[in-house]
Each structure stands twice: as C-alpha cells, then as structure tokens.
C-alpha cells in the first residue's frame, strides 16, 4: 500500500471490500459505453439521443437518419378566436383579472369566471417516465421573425376593423363601439404564450411585501430609498417562461476514495500528515423525470452579464405554482403589461440540459457518500429521452429603482411573486453601511440556478 503525504495510494488487490453499495465497477469500463463530455455533449441530444430507438414513424421513412420532427399540441384557445372576448353573463367586453380570486370579472356584471387549466391539455394521464421525443405545445412553436406582430381584428361588435401591435398590447378599444378587442390568435411571434398564470396577489398586497421587505433591511437601505418609495411605480408584469417537463438519464464515471489508515510522521515543523486510501472506479446510473421545469425564455432576462440583478431576482423568487395555470385569454393582462418571448426551444434546449444534469448529479450524490473521501466524476454523460414545452406568462409584481453611486447610475429591483408574494430585491446598498454590518454577519445570498422542480425515480 502507499503512502505519500495528502496524496491517495492505489488500492491493492489484498484490499478488503467496502460496504459501499458499489465498490468496484471494473466490469463495465468507460470504454464499454463511450462517454461524452459535458462540454461536447451535442445540442441535438434530446432529438437524437445515442441508442435509443428511433421513433416508428422516423424508421419508415427514407431519411430516417434526420432528426424526428417535434410533436406539437394545439392549445389555441378557439373559443376566444373573433377578438371579441364576451362576459358569458351579459355579453359586456369590459373583463379584467381580478388578483383576489385569480379569476376574471366582468365589471359591467360583476360575473367571474375563469378559463380552464391547462395542465390537462398538456399532460394527459400521460407518466413521465414514458415521455419521448420532443413534444411543443402550439404556443412554444418557433419564432417567425418575418411576422410583424401587428394585428387586425374584426370587431364582432360593428364590424370595424382595428389594429392590434401585439409587441406593445394584447387588446384595443374598438374606436367606434367601444369593445374591447382582445389577441388570442397564436401569432408567431412569442406574444401568445399557452398558458398564462394570473396573478392572484393585489396591487395593494405587492406594495406591502415591498414595504416590509425594505423595513427590514432598513441598515442596508439608503434613507433616500424609503423617502423616494413610490407605491404607484410597483407594476406588474408578466414575464415568459418556458415550463419544461422531461425525461431524461444520467451516466457518470470516476474515482472514489476511501480513507483507510491516517498517520502522522516527523515532529515540528517537519510533522507531516500522510494517509492510505483505496481507489475504486465508480460508475452511476440514474433514470429520472422533471416536472414544470422553469426557464426563461427571453433572452435579456436570461443574460447573466445583461441583466445580473433582474435575473438572479426572479429566480430567487421562483416557484410558480404552474400547474394552476391556465389557457390563454389575453383579457388576463388588462392592467398589466407583459414581456415577449424571443427564445426558441432549440436555443433554450442547452440550458435545460445544463439543469438535467446537475439534476441527475445531484440525484446520485446520496449514492456515493460511502466514500468517504469524495468521488471526482471523469465523465458524464445526459441522455435525453423525451422532452416537453409549454410557453407561459408568469406574474411578478417589479419595483425598479435608480439609484446613483459615485457617478454610475444603477437600477435596482425588488421582485414580488405574483402568487405566493415570495420577495427578493437588491435594496441599494451604501457600501459604508455594508461594511460595518458585514464584521458582525458575512451573510452571502447567492440566487439559485434551478427552480421549481420535482424529480422521480
Ligand atoms: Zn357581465
Ligand atoms: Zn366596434
């Protein structure tokens, strides 16, 4: 056996067996399963993965080596396809969300209702563990950069016909009925999503959470902060996500090591600390499945270098409980304004397979804690069995702040779940503050990559 000082020897042929539940994989070398590396896993792993099989209808066709088309799911709301979104009680146009109940209201009426969930249009009685392929709901579908995104509605009240920029509004007022004409059309331009989750926390409620989360940090906040709070600039917005379920597994590769004996040698200043180990090749397996994976799907969110304090800030405020949303109905963003979607599945694809991976490295984690030493992973590799998208609109009440610090302006957020008032922001900070405070608590807050999930095995 070796020694050698905090380096690890070679576990000998004499070495008595662990109990780990797997001490030794010599039987399956790496070489037996070519690994990738993470770095050059294939952006087409999901269409294509490595020996799995092709789908059947792929295997007919001359062309079997292109990679299978995705399935899509229709999710346009057709009811709502004449722009003319009517209360179901009185026929009035005038419908707004009403965040108290999560539902919509008619304010000539007073009737509420709300639209379907969309979840059972997604999903089926489907079982994850079975997804494959790539599936889009209909308003996932690719962005068609030729389409302008300027509408033109028929009025179903005079028979005028209006123009809807859907890049600055899902509804206009008809200007000779007063109707309110309202985009419920999937145009290809990231504008329509297939679901939207309302916001079900009151202007009044976010301007609290906003209040008392500042109020709570009143060492960090600059007293112009509280004098300049201005509860008319908290607005809500809607921003674009893709909610991703998967199915997927994960082989990883590597050394494990076990400490074995650990001495000392030497005194003084030449004392040194040596250790025996033994060395095993460990391999893993894991089958997994991901529900309602969230990610952003506009690029400038999604900029880490862009936009650092507005991204972080949401995810700190994630989950969305996204299986109450609902189908599309753009009268639940009257009040509100939205954010387009500009990224399509194929360029959100790698940074879901970032996450399934440290899914899936996390999920074997727990297997490998017998050595006691650490495992260092060689290899890894994700294959993706199957995959499906659904784009929605999520609520989030935003205050945004300008604040000017030795000359740089600088904007800064405090973000409120529009569902559970879960609140983050980035309070300005005087640095002289921060200093003192930060002798008596290092405290660092670090926003998490990976929201809301939910793994199976
Ligand atoms: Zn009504
Ligand atoms: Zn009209």
């Not at 387009?340 to 440290?358: K, N, T």
């Amino acid at each position: 056996m070796n020694e050698s000082p905090e380096g690890a020897g070679i576990g000998g042929e004499g070495a008595p067996p662990p109990p780990l539940p797997q001490p030794a994989a010599p039987q399956v070398p790496a070489s037996a399963v070519p690994p990738i590396e993470v770095g050059a896993a294939p952006a087409n792993a999901g269409t294509q993965p490595a020996g799995a099989d092709p789908s059947p209808s792929a295997a007919q066709l001359p062309e079997a080596l292109a990679p299978p088309q995705p399935a899509t799911i229709d999710t346009e709301n057709r009811r709502l396809d004449d722009g003319v979104n009517r209360c179901p009680r009185c026929g009035s146009t005038e419908i707004q969300l009403r965040p108290a109940t999560g539902m919509l209201i008619c304010l000539f009426c007073r009737y509420e209702w709300a639209e379907a969930q969309i979840d059972p249009v997604i999903s089926g009685d489907g079982d994850l563990s079975q997804l494959s392929g790539t599936i889009i709901a209909s308003g996932a579908a690719d962005i068609d950069p030729a389409v302008s995104g300027v509408l033109t509605l028929k009025c179903g009240g005079c028979g005028a016909e209006v123009v809807v920029n859907t890049a600055q509004a899902m509804s206009a007022r008809c200007h000779w009925c007063r109707h309110v004409l309202t985009v419920n059309d999937q145009v290809p331009n990231g504008a329509v999503p297939d679901a939207v989750l309302p916001f079900a926390l009151t202007h009044a409620q976010a301007v609290e959470r906003i209040r008392e989360f500042a109020g709570k940090r009143r060492m960090f906040a600059h007293r112009r902060f509280k004098s300049e709070f201005t509860p008319e600039n908290v607005v809500g917005v809607y921003l674009p996500y893709m909610v991703v379920d998967g199915n997927a597994s994960a082989d990883v590769w590597g050394y494990g090591e076990v400490e074995t004996r650990r001495y000392t040698r030497g005194s003084g200043d030449d004392k040194e600390t040596y250790y025996d180990a033994d060395v095993y090749q460990v391999q893993r397996h894991v089958d997994f499945t991901v529900d309602d994976l969230t990610i952003e799907s506009s690029a400038e969110r999604a900029d880490m270098n862009a936009f650092v304090n507005t991204n972080n800030i949401i995810n700190t405020i994630l989950p969305f409980d996204t299986k109450n949303a609902v189908r599309w109905n753009a009268s639940y963003l009257t009040g509100f304004t939205s954010e387009r979607r500009d990224q399509d599945v194929s360029a959100i694809q790698p940074v879901l397979e970032h996450q399934l991976l440290s899914i899936g490295r996390s999920e074997v984690a727990a297997s490998v804690s017998g050595y006691g030493r650490g495992v260092r992973w060689e290899h890894e590799r994700l294959e993706v069995k199957g995959t499906r998208w659904v784009s929605m609109y999520l609520p989030v009440w935003l205050y945004s702040y300008y604040h000017v610090e030795r000359g740089r302006g600088m904007v800064h957020y405090i973000a409120v779940n529009g569902r559970t008032g879960e609140t983050m922001g980035s309070v300005p900070v005087s640095q002289g503050r921060l200093l003192l405070a930060a002798i008596t608590a290092g405290t660092v807050i670090e926003a998490l990559a990976i929201g809301f999930l939910v793994v199976t095995m």
